[in-house]
Structure formats: C-alpha cells, structure tokens
C-alpha cells in the first residue's frame, strides 16, 4: 500500500490549500485515512480523520469549520481542504491508512486511541502559514 501527499507550501495567513492523498496498492478498502501534522518541537497530531465508506468525520476542535475532509472512492484519493489558514497550522503533515480491524472508531485513529494505530502513512508534506 502507498499513500501518496500532495498540495503543501507557502500561504499567507487567511489563505487556503488543499491536500490530496492519493491510496493505491491495495485489495481491500482501507476503514479510514487520516491527516496528521507534526510542527517542531511537538508530539504528532490528529488533525481529520474520515471513514472509506460511509463519510464519517472526525476533525480536532481548531481546525473545525476551517478545515474539510473528503474521499473520492473512485481516484483513491482523500483530501483535506484547508482554509483561513493560520500560523499555527504550520507542520509536516501526513496521511495515514488504517485497515478494517476489530475495536477501531474514526475518532479513535485521529484521537490515537486505537491500540496499534494506523497501518500505513505517506511521507509527509510541508505547510507553512506565514506573512
């Protein structure tokens, strides 16, 4: 399985991206794909998880209403469009995929609560927010 990112970079604050995650490699559908972020000096964070199938959304508290989470079944692809971007969303991000097991919740792989975490992740990205 390979989870390719793209669409990262340089945006003002109060500016948009969008960022794709393209899935592939593999025979069964994933449960769900996940964005995470890593800024410097901090722990790795959920910031949007969503469910293959059904559209189940999670997203952390600050990015709501700011950021959108989307799956296109058909390209394989999972986006996070991202807008009024703030200084603080500065980060590597990642796209994750976990696969169908038992005890596993959207909200459990952004919040990293399931016991063994996602299966596969991307190589990362970087966004920054600046002026």
């Known amino acids: 399985v390979q989870l390719m990112e793209s669409g990262g970079g340089l945006v003002q604050p109060g500016g948009s991206l969008r960022l794709s995650c393209a899935a592939s490699?593999?025979?069964?559908?994933?449960?769900?794909i996940g964005w995470f972020r890593q800024a410097p000096g901090k722990e790795r964070e959920g910031v949007s998880c969503i469910s293959w199938t059904d559209g189940i959304s999670y997203y952390k508290e600050s990015v709501k209403g700011r950021f959108t989470i989307s799956v296109d079944n058909a390209q394989n692809t999972v986006y996070l469009q991202m807008d009024n971007l703030k200084a603080e969303d500065t980060a590597e991000y990642y796209c994750?995929?976990?696969?169908?097991?038992?005890?596993?919740?959207?909200?459990?792989?952004?919040?990293?609560?399931?016991?063994?975490?996602?299966?596969?992740w991307g190589q990362g990205l970087q966004v920054t927010v600046s002026s």
């Open positions: 490699g593999f025979i069964s559908d994933p449960y769900a």
């Open positions: 994750a995929a976990e696969f169908p097991r038992r005890h596993q919740s959207v909200e459990g792989i952004c919040l990293g609560t399931d016991l063994r975490g996602p299966d596969y």
